[in-house]
């Protein structure tokens, strides 16, 4: 079974301008989450999204927002960039089956703001 | 609030020196803490999912146990290949979301 999918793996950009970054899920998992990862705050929860519909939302700007395709596959976009969201974003899709659970992590996508 | 707080901050091991990582949480009504490796620069990896106090689970050279309060993660006779941050989260009920901890960052010395 293939992983967990991100791309791009890498992206630069600047001030102002604003991102897609993109996730293909492990299939036949529904449920797509999100996480912005930096030294200094660690791993937060941006957002999660189960059958198209979000399900739950962390403490973060409106500037950053989600959506979820009816094949799994989820993106999730910051507008007007700022420096401090330079960071390594983490894309994570879950599977329950009762009350087992597992959440399987992407690579990431390391975003660089200028 | 669910809190979540892992401890030693880093960790330095010769091989072969056996120790225990702590994940100390704060959360009513706990479904699951899950417990991952994450290698720098990539996604961390998934090792064990908890869901009652008093478990066990094994894999390899590492065995994590639960308690009420606190989770442990233990490293029997590790390798240099056991280098990485042990990250440990935890979810309150299917739907809420995940809350992780700081990380520990182990370092394991030939």
């Known amino acids: 079974k293939a992983g967990v999918t991100q791309t791009p793996r890498y992206l630069i950009k600047t001030r102002g301008q604003q991102v897609t970054l993109s996730c293909s899920p492990i299939?036949?998992?529904?449920?797509v989450s999100w996480y912005q990862q930096t030294p200094g705050q660690g791993l937060q929860f941006l957002f999660e999204?189960?059958?198209?519909?979000?399900?739950n939302k962390g403490n973060f700007p409106g500037r950053f927002s989600g959506r979820q395709f009816s094949n799994s596959r989820s993106e999730m976009n910051v507008s007007t960039l700022e420096l401090g969201d330079s960071a390594l974003y983490l894309c994570?899709?879950?599977?329950?089956?009762?009350?087992?659970?597992?959440?399987?992590f992407g690579p990431g996508t390391r975003l660089l703001v200028l | 609030e669910d809190q979540v707080t892992q401890s030693p901050e880093a960790l330095r091991l010769q091989e072969g020196e056996s120790s225990s990582l702590n994940c100390s949480y704060t959360?009513?009504?706990?479904?699951?803490l899950f417990w991952y490796r994450q290698d720098p620069g990539k996604g961390p990896e998934f090792l064990f999912t908890?869901?009652?106090a008093g478990e066990e689970k094994e894999k390899e050279r590492l065995k994590a146990t639960l308690t009420k309060k606190e989770s442990f993660l233990h490293i029997t006779a590790p390798k240099p290949e056991d280098s990485a941050t042990y990250l440990c989260?935890?979810?309150?009920?299917?739907?809420?979301?995940?809350?992780f901890g700081p990380g520990t960052r182990l370092s394991v010395l030939p």
């Open positions: 999204y189960f059958s198209e519909t979000q399900r």
């Open positions: 989260a935890v979810r309150r009920n299917y739907g809420q979301n995940f809350v």
């Open positions: 299939s036949g998992h529904r449920s």
């Open positions: 959360v009513s009504g706990l479904r699951g």
């Open positions: 994570a899709s879950s599977w329950s089956s009762g009350a087992q659970e597992t959440q399987y």
């Open positions: 908890l869901y009652s």
